[in-house]
């Protein structure tokens, strides 16, 4: 019996949820897994209600299952950060949830700004760290507010952290078993200490993997050849921070923030899953959001499970509608509404 958590959210979280929701519930009919949910209301409504963020207890609520699917975080009437750094930062931390799991996948028929791209030149996978760098909020201010001010922001790099990070990706790579290459992005040539540290942990690490091919490239040209030669990359590793930024990019490639998931994962301990768009408030109730985001989290959610037929049968039910039916990923202009596209991959992992 897996025991999932289940978090909907602010925004739009709640209606994607429970999309992603009614999928993982054709696959386990399908395939006969058993589960159980429980739902936590944190986010915005609950902090405006109450005034706190996340209850004390919540860590050790969550370690309680085997997995966490969360809807989105964000909400219109909080400041920018409360809820971010409060909850999903705060959760990421706490549960030391030390990857950050993105796969950069285009769908067939999905549109992408790439010219002369499509799903073939278009299927990698971003590990980024996910408890370090810029976001431990290590810094401060001196003299704040005055024409002398001062602002840091220091980025803390452990080696342990750089190399479970760096051999949860070599792992990956081997068992996704695709290009078996690894790519470390960074910035060896400006950030000398924590770079070279990741590199000197990447360069190690290699040696026990000698069945990996290996690449170096730096962020701003990992941009570039994302763009350029897709094709080029199969598994990339990277710090927080630039995780961040070309997982965005990366969204972009493969169709936008209805369809990118990710997976924030402890891999000794529970994993919490979600569409990595955002809460997406001005859409809340229309019925109009793409849930294929968070029924593709919940794809992740099932095959970090074991559950592996189950998982497999939603990335085809998942590629069927969008390569027979969608007309786009864009929130409004699927052609079908949130819950008619739930019910179309529930409906084609049944058949499948
Ligand atoms: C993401 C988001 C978060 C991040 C924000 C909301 C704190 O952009 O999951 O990529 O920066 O990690
Ligand atoms: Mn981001």
Same mark, same amino acid.
């Given at each position: 019996?897996?025991?999932?958590?289940?978090?909907?959210?602010?925004?739009?979280?709640?209606?994607?949820?429970?999309?992603?929701?009614?999928?993982?519930?054709?696959?386990?009919?399908?395939?006969?897994?058993?589960?159980?949910?429980?739902?936590?209301?944190?986010?915005?409504?609950?902090?405006?209600?109450?005034?706190?963020?996340?209850?004390?207890?919540?860590?050790?609520?969550?370690?309680?299952?085997?997995?966490?699917?969360?809807?989105?975080?964000?909400?219109?009437?909080?400041?920018?950060?409360?809820?971010?750094?409060?909850?999903?930062?705060?959760?990421?931390?706490?549960?030391?949830?030390?990857?950050?799991?993105?796969?950069?996948?285009?769908?067939?028929?999905?549109?992408?700004?790439?010219?002369?791209?499509?799903?073939?030149?278009?299927?990698?996978?971003?590990?980024?760290?996910?408890?370090?760098?810029?976001? !431990?909020?290590?810094?401060?201010?001196?003299?704040?507010?005055?024409?002398?001010?001062?602002?840091?922001?220091?980025?803390?790099?452990?080696?342990?952290?750089?190399?479970?990070?760096?051999?949860?990706?070599?792992?990956?790579?081997?068992?996704?078993?695709?290009?078996?290459?690894?790519?470390?992005?960074?910035?060896?040539?400006?950030?000398?200490?924590?770079?070279?540290?990741?590199?000197?942990?990447?360069?190690?690490?290699?040696?026990?993997?000698?069945? !990996?091919?290996?690449?170096?490239?730096?962020?701003?040209?990992?941009?570039?050849?994302?763009?350029?030669?897709?094709?080029?990359?199969?598994?990339?590793?990277?710090?927080?921070?630039?995780?961040?930024?070309?997982?965005?990019?990366?969204?972009?490639?493969?169709?936008?923030?209805?369809?990118?998931?990710?997976?924030?994962?402890?891999?000794?301990?529970?994993?919490?899953?979600?569409?990595?768009?955002?809460?997406?408030?001005?859409?809340?109730?229309?019925?109009?959001?793409?849930?294929?985001?968070?029924?593709?989290?919940?794809?992740?959610?099932?095959?970090?499970?074991?559950?592996?037929?189950?998982?497999?049968?939603?990335?085809?039910?998942?590629?069927?509608?969008?390569?027979?039916?969608?007309?786009?990923?864009?929130?409004?202009?699927?052609?079908?509404?949130?819950?008619?596209?739930?019910?179309? !991959?529930?409906?084609? !992992?049944?058949?499948?």
């Amino acid at each position: 019996m897996h025991k999932i958590a289940v978090i909907p959210g602010d925004g739009t979280g709640p209606e994607v949820v429970r999309e992603g929701l009614k999928v993982i519930e054709a696959a386990a009919q399908k395939t006969g897994f058993k589960y159980e949910t429980q739902t936590f209301d944190f986010g915005g409504d609950r902090y405006l209600a109450t005034g706190e963020v996340l209850p004390e207890s919540a860590a050790d609520d969550l370690r309680k299952f085997d997995a966490i699917f969360l809807g989105a975080i964000g909400h219109p009437d909080v400041k920018p950060g409360i809820l971010e750094k409060g909850i999903l930062l705060a959760l990421r931390f706490a549960l030391d949830q030390y990857i950050n799991l993105r796969p950069v996948k285009l769908y067939p028929n999905v549109w992408t700004p790439l010219k002369d791209k499509g799903p073939e030149q278009i299927d990698f996978v971003v590990v980024r760290e996910n408890t370090e760098g810029l976001y !431990v909020g290590a810094g401060g201010f001196l003299k704040k507010g005055t024409p002398d001010e001062v602002a840091v922001q220091e980025s803390i790099n452990t080696r342990k952290g750089a190399e479970r990070c760096i051999r949860y990706a070599f792992e990956y790579t081997r068992k996704r078993n695709k290009g078996m290459k690894l790519t470390l992005c960074g910035k060896t040539n400006v950030l000398t200490y924590a770079f070279d540290m990741w590199e000197r942990a990447f360069n190690e690490v290699a040696k026990e993997y000698p069945d !990996v091919t290996t690449d170096y490239a730096h962020v701003d040209a990992t941009c570039m050849w994302m763009v350029k030669n897709p094709e080029w990359f199969d598994v990339i590793v990277t710090d927080n921070m630039f995780g961040d930024i070309i997982t965005d990019l990366g969204a972009m490639i493969q169709g936008g923030m209805g369809i990118a998931a990710g997976g924030n994962i402890n891999p000794e301990g529970v994993s919490m899953f979600e569409p990595i768009g955002g809460s997406a408030p001005k859409y809340t109730n229309m019925n109009v959001i793409n849930p294929l985001a968070a029924i593709c989290a919940g794809q992740m959610l099932l095959e970090t499970l074991g559950e592996t037929k189950a998982a497999d049968l939603i990335d085809k039910a998942v590629a069927k509608a969008t390569g027979e039916k969608m007309k786009s990923m864009a929130a409004g202009k699927m052609g079908y509404s949130t819950t008619e596209v739930g019910d179309m !991959v529930a409906q084609f !992992v049944m058949e499948g």
